[in-house]
């Protein structure tokens, strides 16, 4: 099946540093990716469309300037995370969509934990 | 607006017992409803997921799905647990009838399998 990779897979930060979090569909191109956070015992919650060539789309609530989204190529995503805060530490998930005549199927990378101090 | 409830955030179940999740959704449109399961550390995997064709619908793993419109339900069952069933399970429906991946997510039901 279709992989998507995410990198880095844990990351540390001080608070008011940025972090940059990587989502890569290995061997397919996806033209719309999808980032979600995840609390700890919650669910995930979509925060942003993300369509290769065009700005992201932003969920209502998610600040556009403090999570900036990249979607350079069809096969890579950022979400980089300006001036962290520790209310920003969380489990963000990205997801990459196959789209056929048919249908559309959503991969889903491992996960990156954030944690800032 | 879409909305999924799933009842119970902890379900303990025997080896080759029934495994049950309820999973309850409001759409204000026709809904495309979807099962994934996540393990430990790993991304959510698709189970199964219902796009108004068949209302019983099969997945992955043994695991089945019956979409009851009455009822507004779409619960996941599975006839035996298997010890790798052990894991945390999601419902989802779809937020947008244009776009499958807009996903709103239900709290999740951690799944235990006792032996």
């Known amino acids: 099946g279709a992989v998507v990779s995410q990198h880095p897979s844990r990351v540390i930060c001080k608070s008011g540093t940025s972090v940059k979090i990587e989502c890569r569909s290995l061997?397919?191109?996806?033209?719309?990716m999808f980032w979600y956070r995840q609390f700890p015992k919650q669910s995930l919650m979509l925060m942003a469309t993300s369509n290769e060539g065009s700005k992201a789309t932003y969920e209502q609530g998610v600040e556009k300037d403090k999570f900036l989204i990249n979607h350079a190529s069809l096969t890579l995503s950022t979400l980089t995370v300006t001036s962290a805060h520790p209310e920003d530490s969380s489990f963000y998930i990205c997801s990459a969509q196959i789209r056929d005549s048919f249908q559309e199927t959503q991969y889903f990378g491992p996960g990156t934990r954030l944690l800032v101090l | 607006a879409q909305s999924v409830t799933q009842l119970g955030s902890h379900v303990s179940v025997s080896e080759g017992a029934l495994v049950l999740l309820r999973c309850n959704y409001s759409s204000s449109v026709p809904p495309y409803l979807f099962w994934y399961v996540q393990y430990p550390n790993q991304g959510l995997q698709l189970l199964l997921k219902?796009?108004?064709?068949?209302?019983l619908v099969k997945g992955i793993n043994g695991f089945e799905a019956e979409f009851k419109k009455s009822e507004t339900s779409f619960h996941l069952t599975k006839p035996s647990a298997h010890m790798s069933d052990a894991a945390e399970y999601f419902c989802?429906?779809?937020?947008?009838?244009?776009?499958?991946?807009?996903?709103?997510f239900g709290a999740g039901t951690q799944v235990v399998v006792t032996p």
């Open positions: 989802a429906v779809s937020r947008s009838t244009d776009s499958w991946g807009k996903l709103q």
């Open positions: 061997d397919f191109q996806a033209t719309t």
């Open positions: 219902y796009t108004s064709a068949a209302t």
